[in-house]
């Protein structure tokens, strides 16, 4: 089975909770569509957790994004002791105001070697990923396609274009492949979509509720 989840943001027993409920395997995939760090208290955990199993695959989200560009700035490893400039210290404060307190407080209390191994691992992601199931595209991507055009390939996007836009559910994305998002809480669009997986097949858009409520899977 393939799986998709997205925006687990530091939740990991409800991570793991997922994992047992559909009896997650070696004959599985998962892709998590970005933003598994900040604002809950466990996403070094969660990373970590992927970053051990053969199977699972984290694409780039916002979040991610901002953590690896923050991290590059810094001589690794990063401890209490370690004396940040005030270009360090504004940045710090952007992430912490997006939730990304927990986050760096537990990267300070990890070896050196992890350190070095997440922010390695973090530059390596995936922006978008495309697979084909029983003969039905399907292209994964954090946020959507800003400044969409049909004439544009999928290798034209740049990286802020797939992390921070909101997609517009009526926009058929490709005619022949099926896009699906997370980052939008899928109450954005309306209430009743609250918790829900919004399916508008006939835009080729699919949306995946932030709150990990539900997950998304295809036999293969």
Excluded at 5 to 30: E, V, W
Excluded at 166 to 188: M, S
Excluded at 193 to 201: E, Q
Aim: net charge positive.
């Amino acid at each position: 089975m393939i799986y998709v989840m997205s925006d687990i943001h530091g939740c990991y027993d409800k991570y793991i909770a997922m994992l047992d409920k559909i009896q997650f395997s070696d004959r599985d995939t998962l892709y998590i569509l970005g933003d598994v760090v900040d604002r809950g208290a466990d996403g070094i955990k969660i990373l970590l957790d992927i970053m051990r199993r053969n199977h699972v695959e984290l694409l780039m989200g916002n979040h991610e994004y901002f953590m690896a560009a923050l991290l590059s700035d810094f001589q690794l490893p990063i401890d209490c002791k370690t004396v940040l400039d005030n270009r360090m210290l504004k940045a710090l404060k952007l992430w912490f105001d997006d939730g990304g307190k927990s986050t760096f407080s537990t990267f300070l209390s990890l070896s050196a070697d992890q350190q070095k191994q997440i922010a390695s691992f973090l530059k390596q992601l995936r922006f978008y990923v495309q697979i084909e199931v029983s003969n039905q595209q399907y292209v994964f991507v954090h946020s959507g396609f800003q400044n969409f055009s049909l004439k544009r390939s999928l290798e034209s996007y740049q990286k802020e274009e797939l992390l921070f836009c909101r997609p517009h559910l009526q926009t058929v994305y490709f005619p022949e492949k099926i896009v699906i998002v997370g980052h939008t809480p899928t109450f954005f669009y309306h209430q009743k979509y609250t918790r829900k997986i919004i399916k508008k097949i006939k835009s080729s858009i699919l949306t995946v509720d932030a709150l990990i409520q539900k997950v998304v899977c295809w036999d293969v």
